[in-house]
């Protein structure tokens, strides 16, 4: 009878065709991101919130920078079953008052038309609304949980990706809100100090790929696909080093691939399927030597 050999007992070449395997098969299982009940909550959800102008998200961002979802005191309760905390402060944006187009006004129709009922905006006055932040009750359904495992030999996984970067890989604090890690062209890959083993290595792999892959601004695509493809290139890797990061990275595609295409979404799996085979080979050396 057959038997699997263990991984210390396979040859250099065995292992970069196992570790090829994983990444492949990964990579294949990310179609299924957008079938999952999990997407279908989450964009349920986010369809009741508010889709604000450009003036709002500028005073919002003024009054609150932190704020990542806001809503009214009253959506608050009636959509989500959450509950502002007693004395938090409003953001203050403007709500459009609109009426009913009156016969005789410019823009209202005339008799004989059949035309649905017009309204026409007159001015705005001032409304509040509050982050969710400010809010306690059910909890809004997430599509990005952190990846909270350990990894197997972190430091020698950390230290392959720092040296199979271009850019130096520092691990900093004093990262914006809500903000993992980045690139910057300028020089460097910053990942947010504190985070656990696993959140640490996906978010490095996430900003590693930003480098391997969109360091052209003149030939990079737009930044939905450059998220879509950063982050599916990190699941692979991330797969490749036996580490699952689906319940992160499958919601963070998701809600980046919004509208994309399906010949759009074939084109990207092949960049990132040559992405993930070309980092998953250069650590792989870096890790046996």
Same mark, same amino acid.
């Given at each position: 009878?057959?038997?699997e ?5 396979? +040859?250099?070449?065995?292992?970069? /065709?196992?570790?090829? &395997?994983?990444?492949? #098969? &990964? ?6 991101? !957008?079938? $999952? %009940?999990?997407?279908?909550r !989450?964009?349920? +959800? ?5 889709d604000? $102008? ?17 809503? $009214?005191y009253?959506? !608050?309760?009636?959509?989500?079953d959450?509950h ?10 403007? @709500? *459009? ?14 008799d004989? %038309?059949? +035309?649905? /009922?017009r309204r ?8 509040? =609304? ?10 809004l359904?997430a599509? &990005? ?10 430091? /020698? ?13 520092? =691990?900093?604090?004093g990262? *914006? *809100? ?24 996906? +978010? ?16 990079? *695509?737009?930044? #939905?696909?450059? %998220? ?7 699941? #692979? ?14 919601g963070?595609?998701?809600? !980046?691939?919004?509208?994309?295409t399906?010949e ?21 050396? @870096?890790?046996?030597?």
């Amino acid at each position: 009878m057959k038997t699997e050999k263990s991984y210390k007992d396979m +040859t250099r070449e065995e292992r970069k /065709e196992l570790a090829q &395997a994983k990444a492949q #098969a &990964a990579i294949d299982r990310i179609g299924d991101v !957008w079938s $999952s %009940e999990s997407w279908a909550r !989450w964009l349920d +959800t986010l369809a009741k919130f508010h889709d604000y $102008s450009l003036n709002n998200t500028m005073l919002i961002a003024m009054q609150m920078p932190e704020a990542t979802r806001v809503a $009214s005191y009253r959506s !608050w309760q009636r959509d989500f079953d959450r509950h502002v905390r007693k004395g938090e402060r409003g953001i203050e944006v403007l @709500v *459009p008052m609109v009426v009913k187009s009156k016969p005789g006004d410019a823009e209202a129709p005339r008799d004989d %038309e059949e +035309t649905p /009922e017009r309204r026409r905006l007159v001015g705005f006055k001032v409304g509040h =609304v509050f982050d969710v932040s400010q809010t306690e009750g059910e909890p809004l359904p997430a599509i &990005a949980e952190r990846v909270s495992s350990d990894v197997d030999r972190y430091d /020698e996984v950390m230290d392959a990706i720092c040296a199979v970067s271009a850019y130096p890989v520092e =691990v900093v604090d004093g990262l *914006p *809100p809500e903000t993992n890690g980045l690139f910057s062209r300028m020089g460097y890959i910053a990942i947010r100090a504190g985070m656990p083993q696993g959140q640490t290595v996906k +978010t490095a792999l996430h900003e590693l790929a930003h480098s391997v892959l969109h360091d052209d601004p003149e030939a990079e *695509p737009d930044r #939905a696909m450059r %998220e879509v493809q950063a982050e599916s290139v990190a699941y #692979a890797v991330s797969a490749a080093l036996g580490l699952d990061t689906s319940g992160y990275s499958f919601g963070y595609v998701a809600s !980046w691939a919004v509208g994309k295409t399906d010949e759009e979404m074939r084109r990207c799996m092949q960049v990132v399927r040559g992405a993930a085979k070309g980092i998953i080979d250069r650590m792989g050396i @870096v890790m046996e030597s």
